[in-house]
């Protein structure tokens, strides 16, 4: 069955409340530029009543959100950024009921897919391949605007934010990096998955991280392995099985890689541009795809604007949930990076090792 795309040629307002961050808002401008085809974009704050035929609704916006008959004449899309784990969020639950009283129609744009995905004819996503929209005419605050358009002038305007950081990468060694969640800690393992034990899901990654804390990577990596033939395991729906594998997988890779010294992991960036900006232009960029499903994610189109030839994917599922094969891939890959000696190797060559060139 093939998947239906979000690829309408048409107006939408997106409704994303501003304080959600700015990368909240920047990631609609992604996805309008490289994802989207729509001709005409306003990104506003609180819902406005206008003659535009389409309607995004960010989840943030879903608590304060005002639902009236006036709404049906709108094609609505709920945006669930985690992709199908969003869809027991409890403000997303009771807004949908809302809309069902009214005899409103409503889908959702999924970031993320597999085969079950698409069966559901609520459920629209994005093409394999981005291609810029060069047409779109897009209206939002004038700070965004500079942050995507000119992202250069726009972080060093902030450089004295955060200027020993960016002293440090702007006059470093080339080094590939990594941003963003990915090696488990005790805090976030305690606010993510721990509080959350009565989920099979994170009780899973919880037991794999306390296993961790008091065994070696080496060993880490064989309880990995028995973890995915556990029954609590293979039981999941498809998405949660996906989702275990990825947090895992990264935490013992990137933390094999965090050994190397020219391998940098950064939990999140502050005002720096490294991933927003062709700034730090000399450094390659790692990326695993998304944890909600297959296909292109907001990483993706940053990575695809500001470092297009410096980004280093490393996919374990090529589109299939085959996890016994894309264990061993991850086995093959962790192994190199585990067992090789010289751990000041350049960057680029360390990408070679990553990547089985020669």
Partial sequence: MKRKNLN??????????????????????????YAWKFTEVKIVNKFEEDNFNILLIDKNSLHSFEIS???KKYKIFICLWNGVLD????????????????????NFFVVGYNKNYI??????????????????????????????????????????QNLSDFIKYFFAKPKLIFVGGGILNDNYV????????????YLIIDQFYNYYKNNSLKLSTKYFKKILRLKKFTKLQDHWKLYVFQRISRHILLTNLNKFQNFKFILREFNLGLLNSTIFFKHYFLDFGS??????????MILFKNHRERTVNIDFFKKKLNFTKSFRKFEKINNKILNYKHKSIEAKYLINLILERK
């Fill in 8 to 33: 309408f040629r048409d107006k939408v307002q997106i409704v994303c409340p501003f304080n959600s961050g700015t990368f909240k808002i920047l990631r609609y401008i992604y996805y309008c530029k």
């Fill in 69 to 71: 008959k006036n709404l």
């Fill in 87 to 106: 869809l027991n969020d409890k403000r997303l639950v009771a807004f949908t009921e809302k809309l069902k009283k009214y005899n409103i129609k409503y």
């Fill in 119 to 160: 069966r559901n004819k609520k459920f629209y996503f994005i093409d394999d391949k981005l291609q810029e929209n060069t047409y779109v005419k897009i209206k939002c605050k004038y700070k965004y605007k500079l942050n995507f358009f000119f992202p250069n002038i726009y972080y060093f305007l902030k450089i004295t």
């Fill in 190 to 201: 305690k606010k993510e998955f721990s509080s959350k034990k009565n989920k099979e899901q």
């Fill in 291 to 300: 944890s909600a499903g297959f296909g292109l994610y907001d990483r993706s």
